[in-house]
């Protein structure tokens, strides 16, 4: 029953970590340069302009974490700089998503050992 309540704890660590992660300086400024025409964000990935957009870790954050102990590492991954981030549209953002976790999963499935 604790381990539950835990795992509840971290998840709303994690999506108030998410929260603070968008407004941080460093997410609003990787937002501000992809903006193109009065109102729009030009997509790094297809190019397009768009109303909204999404800004992306180029090198994948990974898995919430389950436990305290992998909270703080999965922090400092959000908490990158700019070189990590991209603009990315609702659609991009969405396939290299898919693409990252399938990559994830292909690792961890290797790293079992037979």
């Given at each position: 029953m604790v381990r539950?309540?835990r795992r509840?704890?971290?998840a709303?660590l994690v999506?108030r970590?998410?929260e603070?992660?968008?407004?941080s300086?460093v997410?609003q400024?990787v937002?501000?340069k992809?903006?193109g025409?009065?109102g729009?964000?030009?997509?790094k990935?297809c190019?397009?302009?768009?109303?909204?957009?999404?800004?992306?870790?180029?090198?994948?954050?990974?898995?919430?974490?389950?436990?305290?102990?992998?909270?703080?590492?999965?922090l400092?991954?959000?908490?990158c700089?700019?070189?990590?981030?991209q603009?990315?549209?609702?659609?991009c953002?969405?396939e290299?998503?898919?693409?990252?976790?399938?990559r994830?999963?292909?690792?961890a499935?290797?790293e079992?050992?037979?």
């Amino acid at each position: 029953m604790v381990r539950s309540k835990r795992r509840s704890d971290i998840a709303k660590l994690v999506t108030r970590s998410r929260e603070v992660w968008r407004m941080s300086v460093v997410c609003q400024e990787v937002k501000k340069k992809s903006k193109g025409n009065p109102g729009w964000y030009q997509c790094k990935s297809c190019g397009q302009s768009r109303e909204v957009i999404r800004i992306d870790h180029i090198n994948p954050i990974g898995k919430q974490p389950d436990t305290m102990l992998e909270f703080g590492p999965w922090l400092e991954k959000l908490f990158c700089g700019p070189e990590n981030l991209q603009p990315l549209c609702q659609d991009c953002h969405r396939e290299k998503s898919k693409g990252d976790k399938k990559r994830l999963k292909e690792i961890a499935l290797d790293e079992i050992p037979e």
